[in-house]
C-alpha cells in the first residue's frame, strides 16, 4: 500500500435505526402536559413535533357564560404563575369596551403588583431551568424570595397562586397600611441577593457549556412564528408592549424610568452592573432568553420602587368593580399587555343585549413561542431538548385554554 493511501482519512456516517422517542406528557422538563415525539438517530434529533390537549379547561367557552367580573379566576388559571398579569390584561380588554377611565391610584397599584408578579414568574423560571439541567440550589434559592413576594400578595388579596385582585373597573381593595414599607424591605433584603443568581447560573461554566450557542433563534424566525416576551427580546428584537403597545395599556406606565432589556451594538442596558456575555454566547441562543429574564428582574424592582412613590403620592380611589349585572355595550375590543411570557391578549364581543360577552378569546404568548420548538431543535441532541424546551418558559395551562 502507498504511502498516500496510509495518509487517507476516510470518515463513516455510522448510522442507526431511526426511533420515535416520546418525551413525556408527563416529564419534569416538558413544564407541564406537553408530549414531544422525538425522530432520533442516535443522539440526534431529526423532528420534534410538540402535542398539546392534554389540559383543555374550556376557559374560552367558559367566558361566553360569566360576566366579566365572574370570569377573572379563570384568568387566573391561564397562566398560574403570573395570575396577576392575566387578571390586568383581561380587565383592561373590559375597561376598553366600556370606555372606562381608572383613577390614578388604580393605575400605579395595578403597575406595582404586575411587575412584583413578574418577578415572582421569572424566579420560578429560574429556579426550574436549573432543575432542568441537572442544579437543584438555585431552585431553593429562587422559591426562597419567591414565598416573600407571595406573603406580600397574600396580604394584598387573600391568596397566593389565583389572586382575581385586578379586576374590571380597579382593584378589589386598596393596598394595606404598612403595605408598601414591608415591600420596600422585602426589594432591599431581595436586590442584593441577585449576584448570587449569576453566580449559581448564570456565569456557571456548566450552565455556559449547556446554554449558548443552543437553540438558536434568529430575530427574523422569531418574528416569523409570532415570538414575544424575552423569547423576542432573546434574539435581539426591541419589542415590549409597556412602551409599544397601545395607550390604554402603556398609559399605565407613563412617567416611569425604564429601558427595554435587549441586546443592542452588543451590550444590554447599562443601568446595572450585570454579568459580561459569554464569548461563546450566540444572540438568540437559550444563554440569551435566560439571560433576559435576570435582567427584568432588576429592572421590575426598579418599576416598583418608581410606583410606589407615585402610589403615595396619587389621587384617587382603588377603583369601583364593575357590578356583576352591568350591561356591556355592543362591540368588540382587542388588547395585549406584556406578560411575564410575553404578549397576551383578551378579546371580548358584546352584542350588547346582556351583561355577559357573545365572544371570549386569548392569545396566547406561551403557544407561539412553543410553535418554534421543532426548528430550534432540529439537528440538536436529546440532551439539548430540555434546555431548549426550558428556556422558552412555558405554561400549559396559557396554551391549551
Same mark, same amino acid.
Given at each position: ?7 487517507? %482519512? @476516510?470518515?463513516?456516517?455510522? $448510522?442507526?435505526?431511526?426511533? +420515535? /422517542?416520546? =418525551? !413525556? ?86 403597575? %406595582? @403588583?404586575?411587575?412584583?408578579? $413578574?418577578?415572582?414568574?421569572? +424566579? /420560578?423560571? =429560574? !429556579? ?274
Amino acid at each position: 500500500m502507498s504511502n498516500a493511501n496510509h495518509s487517507e %482519512i @476516510i470518515e463513516l456516517d455510522v $448510522r442507526t435505526d431511526e426511533m +420515535l /422517542v416520546n =418525551m !413525556g406528557p408527563q416529564h419534569p422538563s416538558t413544564h407541564g402536559v406537553l408530549r414531544l415525539v422525538l425522530r432520533t438517530d442516535g443522539e440526534v434529533v431529526s423532528e420534534v413535533v410538540p402535542h398539546i390537549g392534554y389540559l383543555h379547561r374550556c376557559a374560552e367557552k367558559i367566558g361566553e357564560n360569566l360576566t366579566p367580573r365572574q370570569f377573572v379566576p379563570y384568568t387566573d388559571r391561564m397562566d398560574y404563575l403570573a395570575g396577576m398579569n392575566m387578571n390586568l390584561g383581561w380587565s383592561l380588554a373590559v375597561e376598553k369596551l366600556l370606555d372606562y377611565d381608572l383613577s390614578e391610584k388604580v393605575r400605579h397599584t395595578r403597575v %406595582i @403588583i404586575a411587575e412584583l408578579n $413578574r418577578i415572582a414568574s421569572h +424566579l /420560578v423560571g =429560574m !429556579g426550574t431551568y436549573g432543575l432542568d439541567l441537572g442544579t437543584f440550589s438555585p431552585f431553593l434559592y429562587a422559591f426562597r424570595e419567591r414565598e416573600k413576594i407571595l406573603d406580600l400578595l397574600e396580604w394584598v388579596c387573600g391568596a397566593r397562586l389565583t389572586y382575581s385582585y385586578i379586576t374590571p373597573g380597579g382593584v378589589t381593595a386598596d393596598l394595606p397600611s404598612d403595605w408598601i414599607d414591608k415591600c420596600s424591605q422585602f426589594l432591599d433584603q431581595f436586590e442584593p441577593q441577585i449576584p448570587d443568581y449569576h453566580t449559581l447560573l448564570t456565569t456557571n461554566a456548566i450552565f455556559i457549556k449547556r446554554t449558548t450557542g443552543i437553540g438558536v433563534m434568529s430575530a427574523d424566525m422569531a418574528i416569523a412564528y409570532g415570538c414575544s416576551g424575552p423569547v423576542l427580546r432573546g434574539s435581539g428584537v426591541d419589542h415590549d408592549l409597556r412602551r409599544d403597545g397601545e395607550p390604554r395599556y402603556t398609559s399605565l406606565y407613563a412617567g416611569y424610568d425604564f429601558e427595554v432589556i435587549v441586546e443592542k451594538g452588543g451590550s444590554y442596558p447599562k443601568d446595572q452592573v450585570y454579568p459580561a456575555v459569554p464569548d461563546e454566547a450566540v444572540l438568540g441562543d437559550c444563554w440569551h432568553r435566560f439571560y433576559v429574564r435576570m435582567l427584568e428582574v432588576i429592572q421590575a424592582i426598579k418599576l416598583i420602587r418608581q410606583g410606589m412613590e407615585f402610589y403615595q403620592k396619587s389621587s384617587g380611589d382603588w377603583g369601583t368593580p364593575i357590578k356583576l349585572a352591568t350591561k356591556l355595550p355592543p362591540g368588540e375590543a382587542y388588547l395585549e399587555t406584556e406578560c411575564p411570557r410575553g404578549q397576551m391578549g383578551f378579546y371580548v364581543v358584546s352584542d350588547g343585549g346582556d351583561s355577559i360577552p357573545r365572544r371570549a378569546r386569548a392569545r396566547s404568548s406561551c403557544f407561539s413561542n412553543l410553535s418554534v420548538v421543532e426548528e430550534l431543535c432540529r439537528g440538536g441532541l436529546i440532551a439539548d431538548i430540555p434546555a431548549i424546551v426550558g428556556s422558552l418558559d412555558i405554561v400549559m395551562g396559557e396554551i391549551d385554554r
